[in-house]
């Protein structure tokens, strides 16, 4: 089980301690894309954090697209903790799905690349 | 508290666009408290705008302020020192924030960055709802604390008219009859009588129909 060596993890003790800054300050600081790794809707050890999360990703999505950013740089995903390998091909899926998009513009400050498809 | 909703940042953006520096300056009061304009909407705001300006690669540097109230002069001469810096502001507390620290930089720009929407409370997390129109004479004791001027969407104060069916307004089957709310709540006290007399016409002229209003407390006055 390997997933690709770009992905920076930031533990957090559950999804819901995720605010809409942290979103947009990780790109703002040149992060690629971002992705949210919740507990299965349901089984929040604290109820409702995942869901919350779920909100603030689709909010973070529609700020984006206001600011003429693509939406898919930030994502949700839904998870166990003993689903390894989902991780390993979520981190995959969201990287093959950033490197289409193409690098940060606010990173690459005006000297984007073309989309690549 | 009074209550504000974020303008759409394409506007926030249409304001600002020719300028180099921006603060953006929040107020951590009743704004704060409908999450419109305290110091998290300040940081996301101007994450969002200084992301928007590096993409169109303009260099434009964004600041950040939350003040503890933006409607008092102590808090608003916080930022005295470094408003300078700035060619404009965006002001994201309610009207009279805006308008006051307008009053006091008054060689500044102050854009507003939220529109101010009412008077009113947190119904849950995430929804708010109007409860005062701030007439200047209040008649709640009347009422069954229930606001007519506030909750009736024609504001009379000898209700519900023909427009009321099945408890709601006809402006909409969402809205509350104001008036069978009132009605509701004073047959549960037991004073209904208060329907056998009309209500007299209200002194409008203490709310907004007697112009821009002022209140003074001697005792409070230095």
Redesign the interface.
């Known amino acids: 089980m390997t997933y690709p060596s770009n992905i920076r993890i930031v533990k957090v003790p559950c999804t819901g301690r995720v ?3 942290h979103l ?2 990780a ?2 600081k040149g992060a690629d894309g971002v992705f949210v790794a919740g507990c299965m809707e349901g089984d929040c050890h604290f109820q409702s954090g995942n869901l919350r999360a779920r909100k603030r990703v689709a909010y973070v999505k529609q ?1 984006l697209e ?4 693509e939406p898919e740089r930030v994502a949700m995903y839904n998870l166990s903790s003993g689903e390894g390998p989902r991780f390993a091909e979520i981190c995959q899926e969201m990287t093959d799905k950033i490197r289409q998009l193409g690098p940060n ?2 990173r690459f ?2 000297k984007r690349k073309e989309k690549a498809a | 508290m009074i209550m504000a909703k974020p303008k759409p940042i394409e506007e926030i953006i249409n304001e600002i666009k020719n300028f180099d520096k921006v603060l953006v300056a929040g107020c951590n009061g009743c704004v704060a408290v409908c999450e419109a304009g305290g110091l998290k909407e300040v940081e996301i705001l101007a994450s969002a705008l200084r992301m928007y300006f590096s993409n169109q690669q303009k260099q434009i540097e964004v600041g950040e302020v939350s003040l503890t109230r933006q409607c008092d002069k102590e808090y608003l001469a916080e930022v005295k020192d470094r408003i300078g810096n700035y060619d404009a502001v965006v002001s994201i507390a309610c009207g009279a924030g805006v308008q006051f620290m307008a009053e006091m930089y008054n060689k500044m720009r102050i854009l507003p960055g939220v529109n101010t929407c009412f008077i009113g409370v947190t119904d849950e997390k995430g929804v708010w709802t109007e409860r005062c129109q701030a007439c200047g004479e209040c008649i709640l004791a009347s009422t069954g604390g229930i606001c007519p001027v506030a909750r009736c969407s024609k504001r009379i104060l000898n209700g519900p008219c023909g427009g009321s069916s099945d408890g709601k307004c006809e402006i909409d089957k969402d809205v509350p009859c104001g008036w069978q709310l009132i009605y509701e709540r004073l047959k549960e006290l037991g004073e209904l009588k208060r329907f056998e007399e009309p209500t007299t016409a209200k002194d409008w002229l203490k709310s907004r129909d007697g112009g821009p209003r002022k209140l003074t407390k001697e005792v409070s006055q230095i």
């Open positions: 605010a809409i800054i947009m300050k790109l703002e700020l206001t600011i003429g950013m513009p606010v400050k005006g």
